[in-house]
């Protein structure tokens, strides 16, 4: 076999073995931002920024909206919205867990299905 040949499929072979081992590390629960009015931010990313609609988003990333602007979040049948001049941390988003920590301003959450109900908590500053 052609030196580069070798190096072609062993390059294909090692990016074969990590996405597959990355899809099993992933939870099977992810939310998505379903709206963004004004601005709002993603935090929790290697380089945090602008929302951007339909984002994933899982556990460990803040959404900060701007006074002014508000945003949702879609976990399945859950929404969740978040107004103006607030910041939101999904502290853990899996299979079995739904956690949320409100460090400021004001947040709805719309639970659908009482199986999300059993696990889904929301942690404010008072």
């Known amino acids: 076999m052609k030196p580069h040949v070798r190096t072609a499929l062993a390059a294909a072979f090692l990016?074969?073995?990590s996405?597959?081992?990355a899809a099993q590390d992933a939870p099977g629960q992810a939310g998505r931002i379903s709206l963004i009015e004004g601005r709002v931010?993603?935090?929790g990313?290697?380089?945090p920024g602008p929302a951007m609609l339909n984002f994933p988003v899982t556990s460990g990333m803040e959404l900060t909206t701007q006074r002014g602007a508000r945003t949702e979040l879609r976990v399945g049948?859950?929404?969740v919205r978040l107004d103006g001049d607030s910041s939101l941390e999904v502290t853990q988003l899996d299979d079995d867990h739904f956690r949320l920590r409100l460090y400021y301003g004001s947040v709805s959450v719309r639970v659908r299905d009482r199986a999300v109900a059993a696990d889904?908590?929301?942690e404010?500053?008072?």
């Open 15 to 17: 990016i074969a073995f």
């Open 19 to 21: 996405l597959g081992a």
């Open 41 to 43: 931010d993603l935090g």
């Open 45 to 47: 990313l290697a380089e």
């Open 77 to 79: 049948s859950t929404a």
């Open 120 to 122: 889904f908590s929301l």
């Open 124 to 126: 404010t500053p008072q």
